[in-house]
C-alpha cells in the first residue's frame, strides 16, 4: 500500500502486442474504482528455460513492503516452469497471487477455458450450419495450446457423429504464409473442405483473404472461423466469425476476485473464464455489428501511422544511441535522452556500479536491484528544471523509493522494464504515461533495446577507458610504495619544468638507513615494509603539487617548485618516521637520511643532475648522523 492506495503488481510478456495493453487499460480502470493502483513489470521477450534472464530481474522490484497483490498472465509467457516459480516466490513473501491462465499451486486461478472456446465455434460449424467437410488449421506441432484445440475439434466431430482422422489436421503454426501454404497444399491434393476451422485469427483471415483472391467464395464455397478474437476480424471481407475473451471481460473479473481478497481474505481457488462466441459472416452468418463499430479507413490509417512512426522513431533512436555512447557525463546523457522528445513519461534508473567504470560489464552481478541505485533520467524533472534555466543532474537514490516522486504519480499505471547487457540487468526503466495512447505501448521495447544497445555499450567504453589508464598507471607507478617509477617521474617532471617560469625547485633524496640489516636479519618482507613506509610518509611531508619517486632500491627522491617549506621536509619525515615506529610494533627502527637540495631561480636540472646534487647531500647527512650516533 502506498498512501491511501492499494497496489496490485501485474507480471505480463511482450506489453506491445495488442491483447496485452488492452487488458493492462481496462484493468487500471476497473481497479481504479476500487481504489487500488496498477503497477506492470514487463518482459519484452517470452523467458526461455533459463528463468535467470536478465530480463526477468525487473520482478525482482515487486516487495511486500507496498505490494498487496500479485497477477501473473502466465498464458503469455510460455514457460509455465518460469511462472510457477514467481508465484512460488511472491506466495513465500505472505503475497496473494493471481494466475491467468496457468493453473498454479496455493493461487487463484483464472482458467481460461480456450478448449472450451474453440469447440463452440466448432460446434457452431457443424450444429448450426451443418458443415461435415470441414478441416482445421492447428498452430505449432505438439505445441500445448494448439493440442488443446485440436482435442476440441475431434471431440466435436466425435459428439456429431462423424469421423476423424490425422489428414483433418494442418498445421499453419499460428502465421500467415505457414497457413496459406496449408491451403495450397488441400487445393492441390483436391481436398479443399467445405469448412475450414482455424486456431487463431490470424490464420482465419490470411486463408479468408488468400481464397477470394482465388476466386473461392467465403462463405459460400468455404466457410472460414479463427479464434482469439482480435480486432482484425472486422476488417476482413467478409468479416471472420471467431471466439474470444474480451479484455473489459478479462479485467471485471480480475477486479472483482481482487476485491474480494481485500474484503474477505485470500483463498487459493479455480475461477473458469469462457470465451464467447463472436458470429460474423465468414461462417455463413450475418454480421453481429453491434459487437465492434468498425472503421477500417481510421483502422489502416492507424496502422499506416505506426509503421511508418515505427521507421522514423528507430533513426531517432539510433542517433540518439550513438550521441549517449559519446557523452562525456551522466548529465549529458540525460540531454540528450530529452532532446528529441521520445522519452516522455519516463524515469531511467540504473545500478550504482553501472557508473563504476571499473566494474566490468560483462560480470554476473546478483540480479536484484540492490539498496544503492543512480536516477540516469527524469524526463518530468528535466522539464521542470529546464522551465526555471536549471539543468538537470543525474543523482543517487535509495532503491527502496522505486522511482523519485512515485506519490506524484500514484494515481498513474506505472509501467516497469528491466534494462540489460549481455545479459547482465542494468536497472530499469518507468513509464507513467498520463492517458491510454496504445502507440506509448509500441514504443516501449523500442527505448529498452536502444538503452540497453547505448548504456551497453557506454559501459563497454568507459571500462575500456578505465582499463587503458590502469595500464599507463601500471607503467608509471611503483607497485610498492604507489610512487611515480622512473618513466612516470620523467613524464611528471617535463610538466613541472613547463610550468616553472624563473622559479627554483626543491630537490629531496632520501635513502634508508640499515636496509640490509633489516633484510638479513628480519627478511625481505620486512625490508618491503620499511621502504614503502618511507616512501608514503616522504610523500604525506610533501606538497600535492610534489612529484615522488622510488627509482632505486631504496633511494627515493621528490621534486616540486619551492614553497618555503622545503627546509622543514627533513624534520617533518624524521617525525613521520617515529610515529610509524610508535605504531608499526616492528622489533627494529626505520630511520632515513635525507639530502635537500635548492636549484638557482629558473634553473631546470636533468634528471641526472638532480640525483647527482641531491645524492652528494644525502651522503653528507649520512655520514653527519652516523657521526651523531657514534659519538
Known amino acids: 500500500m502506498i498512501g491511501k492506495y492499494k497496489i496490485a503488481a501485474l507480471c505480463i510478456c511482450r506489453i506491445q502486442d495488442r491483447e496485452c495493453f488492452e487488458l493492462i487499460h481496462e484493468l487500471d480502470g476497473q481497479l481504479g474504482n476500487i481504489g487500488c493502483r496498477l503497477f506492470v513489470y514487463n518482459c519484452i521477450s517470452r523467458p526461455d528455460k533459463n528463468s535467470s534472464s536478465a530480463e526477468t530481474a525487473v520482478f525482482d522490484l515487486i516487495d511486500p513492503s507496498f505490494c498487496d497483490v500479485v497477477i501473473i498472465q502466465s498464458d503469455r509467457f510460455g514457460n509455465y516452469d518460469f511462472c510457477k516459480a514467481l508465484a512460488q516466490k511472491y506466495r513465500e513473501m505472505g503475497l496473494p497471487v493471481i494466475s491467468l491462465g496457468e493453473n498454479i499451486s496455493d493461487c487463484i486461478n483464472f482458467e481460461y477455458r480456450r478448449g472450451d472456446g474453440f469447440a463452440d465455434i466448432v460446434s457452431h460449424m457443424v450444429k448450426y450450419h451443418g458443415y461435415t467437410n470441414i478441416h482445421m488449421i492447428a498452430g505449432v506441432k505438439g505445441e500445448y495450446y494448439s493440442d488443446e484445440r485440436i482435442m476440441a475439434f475431434r471431440n466435436v466431430l466425435s459428439e456429431n457423429n462423424i469421423p476423424f482422422d490425422d489428414s483433418m489436421v494442418s498445421y499453419g503454426d499460428y502465421w500467415s504464409v505457414p497457413a496459406i501454404d496449408a491451403v495450397k497444399k488441400l487445393i492441390k491434393e483436391n481436398r479443399l473442405p467445405r469448412a475450414i476451422v482455424c486456431a487463431n485469427d490470424q490464420m482465419a483471415v490470411a486463408v479468408t483473404n488468400y481464397l477470394q483472391d482465388q476466386g473461392i467464395s467465403v462463405p459460400d464455397d468455404v466457410a472460414i472461423t479463427g479464434f482469439d478474437g482480435i480486432e482484425t476480424i472486422y476488417s476482413a471481407d467478409p468479416t471472420v466469425s471467431s471466439s474470444g475473451i474480451y479484455p473489459l471481460t478479462n479485467a471485471k473479473e480480475i477486479c472483482h476476485a481482487v476485491n474480494t481478497i481485500f474484503s474477505e481474505g485470500y483463498a487459493a481457488k479455480n475461477i473458469p473464464l469462457f470465451p464467447e462466441l463472436i458470429i460474423n459472416e465468414s461462417c455463413g452468418c450475418k454480421s453481429e455489428k453491434h459487437r465492434m463499430k468498425f472503421n477500417s479507413s481510421a483502422s489502416y490509417n492507424e496502422l499506416m501511422n505506426k509503421f511508418y512512426r515505427f521507421q522514423d522513431e528507430n533513426i531517432i533512436l539510433s542517433n540518439v544511441s550513438e550521441r549517449i555512447q559519446q557523452c562525456k557525463s551522466f548529465a549529458d546523457i540525460a540531454d540528450e535522452m530529452r532532446k528529441d522528445d521520445l522519452m516522455y513519461a519516463m524515469t531511467c534508473v540504473i545500478k550504482s556500479e553501472c557508473i563504476d567504470e571499473s566494474v566490468n560489464?560483462?560480470?554476473?552481478?546478483?540480479?536484484?536491484?540492490?539498496?544503492?541505485?543512480?536516477?540516469?533520467?527524469?524526463?518530468?524533472?528535466?522539464?521542470?528544471?529546464?522551465?526555471?534555466?536549471?539543468?538537470?543532474?543525474?543523482?543517487?537514490?535509495?532503491?527502496?523509493?522505486?522511482?523519485?516522486?512515485?506519490?506524484?504519480?500514484?494515481?498513474?499505471?506505472?509501467?516497469?522494464?528491466?534494462?540489460?547487457?549481455?545479459?547482465?540487468?542494468?536497472?530499469?526503466?518507468?513509464?507513467?504515461?498520463?492517458?491510454?495512447?496504445?502507440?506509448?505501448?509500441?514504443?516501449?521495447?523500442?527505448?529498452?533495446?536502444?538503452?540497453?544497445?547505448?548504456?551497453?555499450?557506454?559501459?563497454?567504453?568507459?571500462?575500456?577507458?578505465?582499463?587503458?589508464?590502469?595500464?599507463?598507471?601500471?607503467?608509471?607507478?611503483?607497485?610498492?610504495?604507489?610512487?611515480?617509477?622512473r618513466h612516470g617521474f620523467l613524464i611528471e617532471y617535463e610538466n613541472i619544468l613547463r610550468g616553472l617560469g624563473s622559479n627554483s625547485l626543491a630537490v629531496i633524496m632520501c635513502d634508508l638507513d640499515g636496509l640490509k640489516a633489516i633484510n638479513d636479519k628480519y627478511g625481505h618482507d620486512n625490508g618491503d615494509f620499511a621502504i614503502k613506509n618511507t616512501a608514503q610518509a616522504l610523500k604525506r611531508v610533501c606538497p600535492p603539487n610534489a612529484a615522488c619517486t622510488r627509482f632505486g632500491g631504496d633511494e627515493i627522491m621528490a621534486v616540486f617548485p619551492c614553497c618555503g617549506t622545503e627546509n622543514n621536509i627533513r624534520g617533518m619525515l624524521y617525525k613521520e618516521l617515529d610515529c610509524v615506529n610508535e605504531r608499526s610494533g616492528k622489533p627494529y627502527k626505520i630511520a632515513a637520511s635525507v639530502g635537500i637540495y635548492i636549484t638557482q631561480n629558473g634553473e631546470k636540472p636533468s634528471f641526472d643532475e638532480l640525483i647527482r646534487y641531491s645524492d652528494k647531500l644525502m651522503y653528507e647527512e649520512k655520514k653527519r648522523r652516523k657521526t651523531l650516533r657514534t659519538n
Open 361 to 485: 560489464p560483462e560480470e554476473k552481478i546478483q540480479m536484484r536491484f540492490r539498496n544503492k541505485m543512480f536516477v540516469l533520467y527524469d524526463s518530468d524533472d528535466i522539464d521542470l528544471k529546464k522551465s526555471v534555466g536549471e539543468k538537470f543532474i543525474p543523482y543517487n537514490m535509495d532503491g527502496r523509493d522505486i522511482i523519485p516522486n512515485m506519490n506524484g504519480f500514484i494515481g498513474r499505471c506505472l509501467i516497469f522494464t528491466a534494462l540489460s547487457y549481455l545479459g547482465v540487468p542494468m536497472g530499469y526503466t518507468c513509464y507513467h504515461f498520463s492517458s491510454y495512447i496504445p502507440s506509448n505501448y509500441y514504443k516501449i521495447p523500442q527505448t529498452v533495446n536502444m538503452l540497453n544497445n547505448a548504456l551497453g555499450g557506454l559501459r563497454n567504453l568507459r571500462h575500456q577507458h578505465y582499463l587503458l589508464n590502469k595500464v599507463d598507471e601500471i607503467s608509471r607507478i611503483d607497485a610498492l610504495t604507489g610512487l611515480f617509477n
